[in-house]
């Protein structure tokens, strides 16, 4: 936490939608973006998947989420795990009201943690953690590499692809545990669902999953957003 805070005054933290200096660390993101953010509100934060008790997102997949999505993915930016915990667990709480007995997410495969350096589902799963006072747990593991789900645009491709590419991990038991399973985006919800059945499959009582944004089925390949991440302390 001292890190953090240091973190916090060498490089204060910036709107991870626009890049605007934030008043305080503990804000997820700017005034202006509070505003303008494509939130989901009622059952529209809510997607149905195989095996959950379903998907709860706070924000659609457009306007100025994909960019910053993208920074957080792709242009070294993981500390938006910290900002982006705060909304998905502020969607969690004002929608789902069973006990959770833990956070865990889906995983990179150990081929795109390499060149990455780091998983943007941990960091997401991190911050939804720390913000819902639960224990982050690891339970799964990508076996096989597979092409990224944002390059495949019809749901039947996204299923297969990522069949069977989720194992759970040595020595970790989540027999009877109430699980929420993160994710950065929900889209087809194919990889949300392989990690369900897998967790099911090893005994879970219930999972319910949650991401930052929820993308329309089937939308277009988007293209890749700006570089600039706006701060340095990624
Ligand atoms: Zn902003």
Same mark, same amino acid.
């Given at each position: 936490m001292?890190? *953090? ?10 709107c ?7 008043e ?5 993101l700017?005034?202006?973006?509070? /505003?303008?953010i %494509?939130?989901?509100e009622?059952?529209?934060?809510? @997607?149905?998947i195989?095996?959950t /008790? ?7 997949? @457009?306007n100025?989420v994909?960019d =910053? ?8 930016? %993981? ?9 998905v667990?502020?969607?969690?709480q004002?929608?789902y009201?069973?006990?959770l ?5 889906? %995983? ?6 390499? *060149?990455r ?6 960091k997401?799963a991190e ?7 639960? %224990? ?7 076996v096989r590499? *597979? ?27 989540v ?11 929900? *889209?087809?919800? =194919?990889? $949300? /669902? ?14 319910c999953?949650?991401?930052l ?10 293209? $890749?957003g700006?570089?600039?991440?706006f /701060?340095?302390n990624s």
């Open positions: 001292i890190w *953090t805070w240091l973190l916090d005054l060498l490089y204060p933290p910036k991870p939608f626009c890049g605007k200096l934030l305080s660390p503990l804000l997820a700017c005034e202006n973006c509070q /505003e303008v %494509p939130w989901l009622g059952e529209n934060a809510l @997607r149905k195989e095996f /008790e379903g998907c709860y997102s706070p924000m659609a997949y @457009r100025s994909p =910053s999505i993208h920074r957080f993915k792709f242009y070294g930016c %993981p500390s938006y795990g910290r900002r982006y915990g705060i909304l667990a502020q969607c969690v004002d929608h009201t069973k006990p007995d833990f956070v865990t997410w889906a %995983p990179i495969s150990q081929k795109r943690l390499r *060149t350096g780091y998983d943007q589902g941990k997401l911050g939804v953690a720390e913000q819902l006072g639960l %224990p982050l747990q690891k339970t799964l593991k990508k590499h *597979t092409q990224a789900q944002s390059t495949l645009s019809e749901d039947a491709q996204r299923r297969g692809n990522v069949l069977g590419a989720y194992q759970m991990l040595d020595g970790v038991n027999a009877g545990k109430h699980i929420l399973l993160v994710d950065d985006v929900v *889209t087809s919800g =194919s990889t $949300l /669902e392989e990690c369900a059945s897998v967790l099911m499959e090893h005994g879970a009582a219930q999972i999953c949650a991401t944004a929820q993308s329309r089925k089937n939308r277009q390949n988007f293209s $890749l700006t570089e600039n991440c /701060e340095k």
